[in-house]
């Protein structure tokens, strides 16, 4: 990757603030209110360090979740939460029944390492539950929840088919990802995209971000890898059912059940009008019944 | 350049298939349950943070109060003021919402001190959004009804106090209906499998359980023994209804693979408290009460009906609360949840 040429401008290591645009050099993209940003996954080249949970951590000062072990592989993060907002699942492929093999083929095949996060979703059915608007859609086309207004009702737990927002005990209201939305107001890219090594994580403008990712799937697919594929892109698994396309999209390489995602999640809010259709027939059929029985005794009275 | 390591041109071999093996050498089939990989085991979703007896308490009381609303302004419109003590009940009944429901409501916020925030906004793609606004204007309009209602009584100018109930009492009664439903509606729109799984028959269900609750309540406390049969007749094709909407649920349940999560505790009491003991034994009881009237022995049936009307009120109950339960349960499966979210449960045109 070359270096930005405005990279020189900055070669001290003591910086007295913030290098306007900062995103321009780490990430190669200005970030201007009013467009589409998200991240693009790219979990062939996660090594599971886990650099983007603390990160994410440290920027957002976020408690630990669980201090114990909890015998998934190296997955002691387990799920997102109110205090968790990157998460790698670490998968096994290779061995069966929990035992490792003892012969690996090199590189370390045998894993599927992937850095979760919440979606971003177009249609985020998050927001759409929200009844106190507290949850929003940012300038940069992302979801953020308001933290001086949620009440803690915790209607976008259940909405959310990714099972990533989550109600805090602690202050009782609910958290998830920002996409760094104070960092991004600063010209800064997302705290995990920055510290990611190996840029499986990449922040960038939407629609570079989904060129990108079909160029890497169609490398991918020439260098012998068949089963790489996008998941969250427009038409793509993940982005079914209404939910438009994920702001945060993933290049998987097994079903995506391997990686705790549902194949095909659907848009809640299709389903206000239909049952409110139904539920709403039923009572005034009841009524009209309730009208002819209790007039029908008048007139028998009559 | 020479490669300097041995390079395995075959990997070992391929494990045995198992549930949560990720190869994903494990075709899916669409059947009862997912048998497809899983992580770990773990739970896809997050269940709803709701605390169910709180909640599912709300539910059933803002069924009983719209549907209390309901058959007081469609009595006093057929019936007038011979139906004085009828709408009366009905009117205080319908109460039961704008009080304790709310209370319930507040208690069960994570953050109770910012209720009000609710009243920020007003969504259409929110049935807890478009519930508050339909709570607020019910609250209003019954409590307008109850206040007319017992100012007449006290003899405090009784002929307007007349006029201000009626006039608020029918979009009460409009309200009331949105009140009996939207509550399902708000479980529906969740992706929460089991209530996902079928938004319209669950709307039945509620709807018409609120109804059979509504009617049930009023039949018990009415001393009007001709009145009394109307309302039981009301309550007993409301538990048909809600009988229909039962069975469309369940079959809906089996066609996309959520069935299993109805297995639990929270099933358990779905079929035997919400559907047995709330739906089939007062339908049973109502027939052999009309089964005595026939044979010329009405008085017998007081006690039929008395055990039919309380079966009917804890039903109600228990069918919001287990369909609550239930439905935590769905979350918290990931054969469950990711059984429903195939592509072939998708819906048409999407």
């Keep these: 990757m070359t270096m930005h040429p405005r990279a020189a401008d900055f070669p001290q290591s003591d910086l007295p603030g913030v290098i306007p645009h900062e995103s321009e050099l780490t990430a190669g993209v200005r970030i201007e209110p009013g467009r589409s940003y998200g991240f693009f996954t790219d979990t062939t080249v996660c090594i599971g360090c886990k650099a983007c949970e603390v990160a994410c951590k440290e920027w957002n000062n976020l408690p630990a979740d669980n201090l114990g072990l909890t015998g998934h592989s190296y997955d002691n993060t387990g799920a997102l939460s109110a205090n968790t907002w990157r998460h790698v699942a670490f998968v096994e492929t290779s061995g069966c029944g929990g035992v490792r093999d003892t012969v690996e083929a090199p590189f370390q095949s045998g894993w599927l390492m992937m850095s979760d996060v919440c979606k971003h979703c177009h249609n985020a059915p998050c927001l759409e539950a929200c009844p106190t608007g507290a949850l929003f859609k940012t300038e940069f086309d992302t979801v953020v929840v308001q933290q001086d207004i949620c009440n803690g009702c915790g209607y976008c737990v259940p909405a959310c088919p990714f099972g990533v927002v989550d109600v805090s005990p602690v202050d009782g209201k609910a958290h998830k990802c920002t996409l760094c939305y104070d960092r991004l107001k600063g010209g800064l890219e997302p705290a995990c995209a920055k510290a990611c090594p190996t840029d499986s994580i990449q922040f960038g403008e939407l629609s570079v971000l989904q060129a990108r990712a079909e160029e890497r799937v169609a490398v991918l697919h020439e260098r012998g890898v068949p089963g790489a594929y996008l998941y969250g892109t427009p038409g793509a698994p993940g982005a079914t059912g209404d939910l438009g396309h994920l702001n945060a999209f993933f290049l998987l390489t097994a079903r995506p059940e391997v990686y705790n995602l549902p194949a095909a999640p659907t848009r809640p809010a299709n389903r206000v009008a239909p049952s409110l259709a139904s539920g709403l027939a039923a009572v005034a059929g009841l009524a009209v019944a309730a009208a002819f029985l209790l007039g029908a005794s008048d007139r028998r009275r009559s | ?350």
């Design chain 2, 1 to 350: 350049m020479t490669t300097q390591y041995p390079v395995l041109t075959e990997g070992p071999e391929p494990g045995l298939p198992r549930p949560d093996r990720a190869s994903g050498a494990v075709a899916p089939s669409p059947g009862p349950a997912w048998d497809g990989p899983t992580y770990y085991g773990r739970a896809q979703l997050k269940p709803a943070p709701f605390e169910n007896a709180v909640v599912g308490g709300y539910i059933f009381l803002a069924g009983l109060s719209g549907s209390s609303a309901i058959l007081a302004a469609i009595a006093q419109a057929t019936r007038g003021e011979e139906a004085g003590p009828l709408v009366r009940r009905a009117r205080y009944t319908a109460l039961l919402a704008p009080t304790l429901g709310s209370a319930l409501l507040i208690y069960d916020l994570h953050t109770p001190s910012r209720f009000y925030t609710m009243l920020r906004v007003a969504k259409a793609t929110s049935p807890m959004s478009i519930g508050t606004w339909i709570l607020m204007g019910f609250s209003g309009c019954a409590i307008l009804t109850a206040a007319a209602q017992f100012a007449g009584d006290r003899g405090v100018a009784p002929r307007a106090a007349g006029v201000v109930a009626r006039l608020a009492g029918w979009p009460a009664a409009v309200l009331g209906a949105g009140l009996s439903t939207y509550t399902a509606s708000l479980l529906a729109a969740t992706s929460t499998p089991l209530w996902a799984a079928a938004p319209r028959a669950l709307a039945v269900r509620f709807g018409a359980s609120s109804m059979a609750a509504g009617a049930a309540a009023l039949a018990l406390a009415e001393t009007d023994a001709p009145t009394r049969r109307r309302l039981e007749t009301l309550t007993a094709a409301a538990l048909a209804v809600e009988l229909a909407g039962d069975a469309a649920a369940a079959l809906a349940y089996r066609r996309t693979g959520v069935a299993p999560a109805t297995r639990g505790r929270a099933g358990r009491v779905e079929r035997f408290g919400a559907v047995g003991l709330g739906v089939v034994l007062p339908l049973g009881l109502y027939a052999a009460r009309h089964w005595r009237d026939r044979a010329g022995r009405p008085e017998d049936g007081r006690a039929l009906s008395v055990a039919a009307g309380l079966a009917v009120l804890a039903g109600s109950a228990l069918l919001r609360v287990a369909v609550m339960g239930a439905g935590d349960d769905s979350a918290a499966r990931p054969d469950v949840s990711f059984r429903f979210s195939q592509p072939d449960n998708l819906p048409p045109g999407l």
